[in-house]
Protein backbone atom coordinates (compact mmCIF):
# COMPACT_ATOMS: atom_id res chain seq x y z
CA UNK A 1 0.00 0.00 0.00
CA UNK A 2 1.23 3.85 -0.83
CA UNK A 3 1.52 5.53 2.97
CA UNK A 4 0.81 9.03 3.04
CA UNK A 5 2.13 11.20 5.31
CA UNK A 6 1.20 14.65 6.15
CA UNK A 7 2.72 17.48 8.01
CA UNK A 8 2.10 19.30 10.05
CA UNK A 9 -0.39 17.36 11.97
CA UNK A 10 -1.72 20.37 13.82
CA UNK A 11 -1.50 24.22 12.14
CA UNK A 12 -2.20 26.97 14.25
CA UNK A 13 -3.04 30.17 11.72
CA UNK A 14 -4.35 33.64 12.46
CA UNK A 15 -7.01 34.46 10.24
CA UNK A 16 -6.37 36.26 7.31
CA UNK A 17 -2.67 34.62 7.16
CA UNK A 18 -1.97 31.95 4.79
CA UNK A 19 -1.49 28.53 5.24
CA UNK A 20 0.00 25.27 3.81
CA UNK A 21 -0.37 21.55 4.39
CA UNK A 22 2.38 19.12 3.07
CA UNK A 23 1.60 15.35 1.93
CA UNK A 24 4.75 12.74 1.17
CA UNK A 25 3.48 9.93 -0.46
CA UNK A 26 5.81 6.23 -0.31
CA UNK A 27 6.06 5.94 -3.57
CA UNK A 28 4.98 8.30 -6.85
CA UNK A 29 1.53 8.65 -7.20
CA UNK A 30 2.48 9.11 -11.33
CA UNK A 31 -0.25 6.68 -12.87
CA UNK A 32 0.66 4.75 -16.33
CA UNK A 33 -2.23 7.44 -18.00
CA UNK A 34 0.25 9.89 -17.35
CA UNK A 35 -2.64 11.13 -14.32
CA UNK A 36 -1.03 11.51 -10.75
CA UNK A 37 -4.18 11.35 -8.61
CA UNK A 38 -3.56 13.38 -5.55
CA UNK A 39 -6.75 14.91 -3.90
CA UNK A 40 -7.37 17.13 -0.98
CA UNK A 41 -10.26 16.68 1.25
CA UNK A 42 -11.59 18.55 4.18
CA UNK A 43 -13.51 17.40 6.97
CA UNK A 44 -15.15 20.56 9.56
CA UNK A 45 -16.05 19.06 12.79
CA UNK A 46 -19.26 17.02 12.73
CA UNK A 47 -19.17 16.90 9.29
CA UNK A 48 -18.56 14.68 6.35
CA UNK A 49 -15.78 14.89 4.01
CA UNK A 50 -15.56 17.26 1.03
CA UNK A 51 -13.67 17.22 -1.86
CA UNK A 52 -11.71 20.35 -2.43
CA UNK A 53 -9.08 19.39 -4.71
CA UNK A 54 -7.97 16.30 -7.08
CA UNK A 55 -5.57 15.21 -9.58
CA UNK A 56 -3.27 17.82 -7.55
CA UNK A 57 -4.20 21.29 -8.36
CA UNK A 58 -7.93 20.81 -9.86
CA UNK A 59 -10.17 22.86 -7.70
CA UNK A 60 -14.22 20.61 -7.37
CA UNK A 61 -17.23 22.92 -8.20
CA UNK A 62 -17.86 25.42 -5.44
CA UNK A 63 -14.38 25.41 -3.84
CA UNK A 64 -12.92 28.97 -2.91
CA UNK A 65 -10.35 30.02 -4.80
CA UNK A 66 -8.41 30.64 -1.83
CA UNK A 67 -7.40 26.62 -1.83
CA UNK A 68 -5.05 25.78 -3.99
CA UNK A 69 -3.03 22.63 -4.63
CA UNK A 70 0.52 21.69 -6.12
CA UNK A 71 3.63 19.24 -6.39
CA UNK A 72 4.66 16.42 -8.44
CA UNK A 73 5.93 12.79 -7.83
CA UNK A 74 5.79 11.89 -4.38
CA UNK A 75 5.31 15.60 -2.71
CA UNK A 76 2.26 17.49 -2.56
CA UNK A 77 0.97 20.88 -1.24
CA UNK A 78 -1.98 22.44 -0.08
CA UNK A 79 -2.30 25.94 0.49
CA UNK A 80 -4.81 28.56 1.52
CA UNK A 81 -4.12 31.56 0.58
CA UNK A 82 -6.19 33.81 3.83
CA UNK A 83 -7.60 31.85 6.48
CA UNK A 84 -11.51 31.95 7.36
CA UNK A 85 -13.04 31.12 10.05
CA UNK A 86 -15.02 28.61 8.00
CA UNK A 87 -11.39 26.90 7.16
CA UNK A 88 -11.33 25.08 10.67
CA UNK A 89 -11.44 21.55 10.59
CA UNK A 90 -9.09 18.42 9.64
CA UNK A 91 -7.65 18.14 5.86
CA UNK A 92 -6.48 15.19 4.45
CA UNK A 93 -4.55 13.93 1.53
CA UNK A 94 -5.76 11.05 -0.39
CA UNK A 95 -4.46 8.90 -3.36
CA UNK A 96 -6.54 7.48 -6.00
CA UNK A 97 -3.69 6.26 -8.39
CA UNK A 98 -3.47 2.78 -6.85
CA UNK A 99 -5.72 0.94 -6.00
CA UNK A 100 -6.41 0.66 -2.10
CA UNK A 101 -7.00 4.55 -1.97
CA UNK A 102 -5.02 5.80 0.81
CA UNK A 103 -5.09 9.04 3.04
CA UNK A 104 -2.95 10.80 5.56
CA UNK A 105 -3.14 11.10 8.67
CA UNK A 106 -5.03 14.40 8.40
CA UNK A 107 -4.02 18.00 9.56
CA UNK A 108 -5.65 19.98 12.16
CA UNK A 109 -6.33 23.35 10.88
CA UNK A 110 -6.79 25.92 13.78
CA UNK A 111 -7.40 29.22 14.25
CA UNK A 112 -4.81 31.27 16.70
CA UNK B 1 -28.28 17.91 -7.16
CA UNK B 2 -26.08 14.59 -5.90
CA UNK B 3 -27.27 12.87 -3.13
CA UNK B 4 -26.01 9.99 -1.24
CA UNK B 5 -27.78 9.02 1.97
CA UNK B 6 -26.73 6.47 4.00
CA UNK B 7 -28.60 4.23 6.33
CA UNK B 8 -28.16 0.66 8.45
CA UNK B 9 -27.07 2.33 11.26
CA UNK B 10 -26.65 0.35 14.79
CA UNK B 11 -25.16 -1.54 17.68
CA UNK B 12 -24.23 -4.80 17.10
CA UNK B 13 -22.25 -7.42 18.95
CA UNK B 14 -18.83 -8.97 18.30
CA UNK B 15 -19.64 -11.43 15.50
CA UNK B 16 -22.72 -10.33 14.03
CA UNK B 17 -23.89 -8.84 10.94
CA UNK B 18 -25.26 -5.27 9.94
CA UNK B 19 -26.32 -4.12 6.27
CA UNK B 20 -25.58 -0.61 5.37
CA UNK B 21 -27.49 0.96 2.48
CA UNK B 22 -26.32 4.11 0.29
CA UNK B 23 -29.76 5.43 -1.55
CA UNK B 24 -28.25 7.42 -4.14
CA UNK B 25 -29.98 10.44 -6.32
CA UNK B 26 -29.39 13.44 -8.92
CA UNK B 27 -27.81 11.40 -10.94
CA UNK B 28 -27.43 8.06 -13.33
CA UNK B 29 -26.61 5.86 -10.49
CA UNK B 30 -25.93 3.13 -13.51
CA UNK B 31 -22.95 4.98 -14.49
CA UNK B 32 -20.53 5.15 -11.75
CA UNK B 33 -18.52 3.23 -9.80
CA UNK B 34 -19.00 3.75 -5.97
CA UNK B 35 -17.39 3.57 -2.43
CA UNK B 36 -17.21 3.13 1.12
CA UNK B 37 -14.69 4.70 3.57
CA UNK B 38 -14.82 4.37 7.14
CA UNK B 39 -13.72 6.75 10.33
CA UNK B 40 -12.69 5.25 13.57
CA UNK B 41 -14.42 7.84 16.62
CA UNK B 42 -11.29 10.21 16.75
CA UNK B 43 -9.41 9.07 13.61
CA UNK B 44 -8.23 9.32 10.11
CA UNK B 45 -10.01 8.15 6.78
CA UNK B 46 -9.83 4.48 5.96
CA UNK B 47 -10.86 3.27 2.58
CA UNK B 48 -12.94 0.04 2.46
CA UNK B 49 -14.44 -0.77 -0.44
CA UNK B 50 -15.75 -0.54 -4.08
CA UNK B 51 -17.52 -1.41 -6.98
CA UNK B 52 -17.82 -1.15 -10.64
CA UNK B 53 -20.69 0.26 -12.10
CA UNK B 54 -22.04 -2.77 -13.20
CA UNK B 55 -20.92 -4.39 -10.34
CA UNK B 56 -18.69 -6.79 -12.22
CA UNK B 57 -15.78 -6.03 -10.24
CA UNK B 58 -15.13 -5.27 -6.42
CA UNK B 59 -12.31 -4.27 -4.40
CA UNK B 60 -11.60 -4.65 -0.56
CA UNK B 61 -9.47 -3.39 1.99
CA UNK B 62 -7.39 -6.56 3.56
CA UNK B 63 -9.01 -5.53 6.52
CA UNK B 64 -12.26 -6.73 5.66
CA UNK B 65 -11.87 -8.88 2.97
CA UNK B 66 -13.72 -12.30 3.62
CA UNK B 67 -16.10 -10.35 6.03
CA UNK B 68 -18.03 -7.62 3.97
CA UNK B 69 -19.40 -7.61 0.97
CA UNK B 70 -20.40 -4.75 -1.66
CA UNK B 71 -23.11 -4.91 -4.40
CA UNK B 72 -25.53 -2.17 -5.86
CA UNK B 73 -29.10 -2.56 -7.11
CA UNK B 74 -29.01 -0.16 -10.34
CA UNK B 75 -32.65 -0.59 -10.70
CA UNK B 76 -33.08 0.95 -7.12
CA UNK B 77 -30.25 3.27 -7.25
CA UNK B 78 -29.32 1.89 -4.04
CA UNK B 79 -25.71 0.50 -2.94
CA UNK B 80 -24.65 -2.42 -0.31
CA UNK B 81 -22.65 -3.06 2.01
CA UNK B 82 -23.51 -6.40 3.69
CA UNK B 83 -20.82 -6.74 7.24
CA UNK B 84 -20.23 -9.76 8.85
CA UNK B 85 -18.15 -11.55 11.65
CA UNK B 86 -18.17 -7.71 12.74
CA UNK B 87 -15.01 -6.94 15.35
CA UNK B 88 -14.88 -3.66 17.81
CA UNK B 89 -12.13 -2.42 15.34
CA UNK B 90 -14.78 -2.37 12.75
CA UNK B 91 -16.95 0.13 14.91
CA UNK B 92 -16.96 3.61 12.78
CA UNK B 93 -18.85 6.45 10.53
CA UNK B 94 -19.14 4.39 7.19
CA UNK B 95 -19.40 6.91 3.92
CA UNK B 96 -20.51 6.09 0.89
CA UNK B 97 -18.74 7.98 -2.30
CA UNK B 98 -19.20 8.68 -5.71
CA UNK B 99 -16.42 9.86 -7.94
CA UNK B 100 -16.34 10.90 -11.97
CA UNK B 101 -15.90 7.03 -13.55
CA UNK B 102 -17.38 3.95 -13.77
CA UNK B 103 -14.25 2.48 -12.33
CA UNK B 104 -13.56 2.11 -9.08
CA UNK B 105 -9.67 2.56 -10.41
CA UNK B 106 -8.26 6.12 -10.27
CA UNK B 107 -11.45 7.54 -9.38
CA UNK B 108 -11.52 10.71 -6.91
CA UNK B 109 -14.37 10.79 -4.63
CA UNK B 110 -16.17 13.64 -5.49
CA UNK B 111 -19.24 13.31 -3.95
CA UNK B 112 -20.02 11.95 -0.09
CA UNK B 113 -22.92 11.21 1.78
CA UNK B 114 -23.22 12.40 5.50
CA UNK B 115 -22.06 8.89 7.05
CA UNK B 116 -23.95 6.15 8.80
CA UNK B 117 -22.57 4.69 12.42
CA UNK B 118 -21.58 0.86 13.28
CA UNK B 119 -21.17 0.72 16.84
CA UNK B 120 -19.72 -3.00 17.95
CA UNK B 121 -19.49 -3.87 21.52
CA UNK B 122 -20.86 -6.38 23.52
Known amino acids: DIVMTQTPLSSPVTLGQPASISCRSS???????????LSWLQQRPGQPPRLLIY???NRFSGVPDRFSGSGAGTDFTLKISRVEAEDVGVYYC?????????FGQGTKLEIK | EVQLVESGEGLVQPGGSLRLSCAAS????????MHWVRQAPGKGLEYVSA????????YYADSVKGRFTISRDNSKNTLYLQMGSLRAEDMAVYYC???????????????WGKGTTVTVSS
Open chain 2, 26 to 33: GFSFSTYA
Open chain 2, 51 to 58: ISSNGDST
Open chain 1, 55 to 57: KIS
Open chain 2, 97 to 111: ARGYSGSYYTDPLFH
Open chain 1, 27 to 37: QSLVHSDGNTY
Open chain 1, 94 to 102: MQATQSGYT
